[in-house]
């Protein structure tokens, strides 16, 4: 019902910047929060960001200062602005939306989603 679309991963060198794209699509009636995690092997999956419709952004303690998230609500889109990288941020970072759907019976649900995961490599 609801498909989240990631983009932007890739390798980069410790103080470099990426950035992260997230598209979500289907029928949603409202977003409530867009945001980013990830997970390194071995390890509890970690917030990194995340973007509820009604407060400002939360950031993961490690990427504070660092990171920044941004939400484009027409287009349902989230972005990710990775700045000072450190290869500690090495991870499968992972799209997030918590979403109000229509089903075809006219009636709404909530529903989490996830993207299929965008591995960011920051080595020299």
């Known amino acids: 019902q609801v498909q989240l679309v990631e983009s932007g991963g890739g390798l980069v060198q410790p103080g470099g910047s990426l950035r992260l794209s997230c598209a979500a699509s289907g029928r949603i009636v409202s977003i409530l929060s867009m945001g980013w995690y990830r997970r390194t092997p071995g390890k509890e999956r970690e917030l990194v960001a995340v973007?509820?419709?009604?407060?400002?952004?939360n950031y993961g303690d490690s990427v504070k200062g660092r990171f920044t998230i941004s939400r484009d609500n027409a287009a349902n889109t989230v972005d990710l602005q990775m700045n000072s990288l450190k290869p500690e941020d090495t991870a499968v970072y992972s799209c997030?939306?918590?979403?109000?759907?229509?089903?075809?019976?006219?009636?709404?649900?909530?529903?989490?989603?996830w993207g299929q995961g965008t591995l960011v490599t920051v080595s020299s």
């Open positions: 997030n939306a918590r979403v109000i759907v229509k089903l075809n019976s006219g009636l709404q649900r909530y529903l989490e989603v």
């Open positions: 973007d509820p419709s009604d407060s400002s952004p």
